[in-house]
């Protein structure tokens, strides 16, 4: 595209528009854009030394712009668009193996990245701006891809980040606390979340009818229902041990390598996604998929489990503890955290969850950001009952004296960061890795 938003990406030719932004204003940088050989530049405040157009909005200019020029080569794709708390990363990497593994070349847009068949980049955001999926979109275009999964996240939905784009399936996983710190109160968080939903027009709507919110992101039309009761596709009989799960989905039985009956959910829409396009040997594709990284990671330890995983909501801290519990061991220990600048409301639902839980918590610092870890730390405990933990800011030293308090058979859950490889320290990512650290300790 000739068009840009990011001054230092602007060549010679090009036009530059200014959007402001969330934390910054690309108004800013016009100047800059111009050196770089902008010839070009839509604003909205004042003429500048090239050829200007002044509109309202740069942003609502900008969705025009991309839909009028761009939208009907990107039409080509099947999209597929998932929302929720929890388990958007998971399913939505879960479904782009799913079809790759079947030679239906799908893209991944989310969490983890932007991956293709044969490559991955690292984003920002997991759903970035309208700008970079517009970008992303036309390249799948460009080389032969026919499907997208998509994580489109409340609060890219409520920035209007997929405005314009219609998905052939829209799919909703669960919703519960988190981000109140942008969206304020659960009302306006489903509220952000059905907009996915309410922006569709002859979508397939998949829907776990288990969680209390269901009925928001149900479609006039076309609506598949998951979970225990009720439903389309009823899940039931689940067996889970630290190397796999069965269950079964209309009585038809299915294993799976990820444990834990949230992930149950999870697979059972790829299953569902699966029918829907008419696939054959369903079982064998869904044995085969493997979780992604950092969500349930397993590290074998001695004759102990180590568990790297995302999970950093209060509902997704009590659904791994839980899980886990459900299975042969011996002690679980949880080393957890919370990030700074975010909904300070989860802190101490987060503590009470993790002390209750679990035989031994570890409480240590996440992504701190503009926060100090000991604050953090302190909102998380100052109202537990329970004295079964202790407090080390440091995570390197807490991740390792965790380790030192395994003996046999126990659980060790690493909760907060999963795949992540640094730590958000002011407005700074420190290269940083639960995995990397374990992998370091465990091998001397």
Do not use: W
Not at 146 to 157: A, F, I, P, R, T
């Amino acid at each position: 595209m000739n068009i840009k938003i990011d001054s230092r990406k602007v060549k010679p030719g090009d036009t530059f528009i200014a959007i402001r932004g969330f934390n910054d204003d690309g108004h800013k940088y016009v100047l800059d854009a111009i050196k770089n050989g902008a010839v070009k530049v839509i604003v909205e405040d004042k003429v500048y030394p090239v050829d200007t157009l002044i509109v309202k909005d740069t942003k609502e200019y900008l969705k025009e712009y991309l839909k009028n020029n761009y939208y009907d080569e990107i039409k080509k794709l099947k999209l597929i668009g998932m929302t929720g708390t929890n388990g958007k990363t998971t399913t939505c990497f879960l479904i782009y193996q799913a079809l790759n593994e079947i030679n239906i070349k799908c893209a991944y847009i989310g969490t983890l990245g932007f991956y293709l068949k044969d490559e991955n980049r690292p984003l920002n955001n997991t759903t970035p701006n309208i700008y970079e999926i517009y970008d992303m979109l036309l390249e799948c275009v460009s080389k032969g891809y026919e499907y997208v999964v998509m994580e489109v996240s409340s609060q890219g939905l409520s920035m209007g980040r997929v405005d314009t784009l219609v998905f052939d399936y829209v799919i909703f996983s669960n919703l519960t606390q988190d981000h109140l710190d942008y969206h304020k109160t659960m009302l306006e968080y489903a509220q952000a979340k059905q907009k996915l939903f309410k922006m569709t027009y002859n979508s397939t709507a998949i829907i776990n009818k288990d969680d209390e919110y269901y009925e928001y992101f149900m479609l006039n039309n076309k609506n598949i229902t998951y979970g225990k009761n009720n439903t389309d596709y009823k899940i039931s009989d689940i067996k889970s041990n630290l190397n796999g799960s069965t269950f079964k989905l209309n009585g038809e039985e299915f294993y799976t390598n990820l444990i834990g009956e949230y992930n149950i959910y999870n697979v059972t829409v790829v299953i569902i996604l699966l029918k829907l396009l008419n696939i054959e040997n369903i079982y064998n594709i869904v044995k085969n998929l493997k979780q992604p990284k950092g969500r349930m990671e397993i590290i074998k330890y001695n004759e102990n489990y180590i568990i790297i995983d995302y999970a950093h909501t209060p509902d997704a801290v009590l659904k791994i503890i839980t899980a886990l519990s459900k299975l042969e061991h011996n002690k679980i220990i949880t080393m957890i955290g919370c990030g700074g600048n975010r909904d300070k409301k989860k802190r101490s639902i987060m503590g009470d969850i993790a002390t209750r839980y679990s035989d031994y918590v570890v409480f240590t610092s996440d992504n701190p950001r503009f926060e100090k870890p000991s604050k953090i730390i302190e909102d998380i405990t100052y109202k537990l009952d329970k004295k079964n933990y202790e407090k080390i800011v440091n995570r390197k030293k807490a991740i390792k004296k965790s380790i030192q308090m395994l003996s046999k058979n126990d659980i060790l859950l690493l909760l907060g960061k999963g795949h992540e490889e640094y730590q958000i320290i002011k407005n700074k990512k420190i290269k940083f890795s639960d995995k990397d650290i374990v992998l370091k300790y465990i091998r001397r």
